[in-house]
C-alpha cells in the first residue's frame, strides 16, 4: 500500500524551499558586501582627506625651509 499524499515529499516544495534557502544567503550575502562597502568608502574619504592635509601641511613646511634658506643666504651676503 502506498503512502498518503500528504506524507510524500513534494519535489516542488523541496527545490522551492532550497531556492528559498538560498536567497536568504545571497540577500545575507549582499547585506554584508554593501555594508563593507559602505565602511570602504568612508574610510577611502578619511584618507583622502587625512592625504590632503599632510601635503598642505607638507607644503607650508616646504615654504618655511626655503623662506629660512632665503634668510641665511641674505645674512651670509651681509655679513
Known sequence: MSAPESV?????????????????RLLEVVRRLTEENRSL?????????ER???????EQA????EAMIQRLKALENNG
Not at 616646504?62 to 625651509?65: F, I
Open 62 to 65: 616646504r615654504s618655511r625651509v
Open 8 to 24: 510524500k515529499p513534494d519535489p516542488v516544495k523541496q527545490e522551492l524551499a532550497a531556492i528559498g534557502e538560498q536567497l536568504d
Open 52 to 58: 590632503a592635509g599632510l601635503m598642505a601641511r607638507n
Open 41 to 49: 568608502r568612508h574610510s577611502q574619504e578619511q584618507l583622502a582627506n
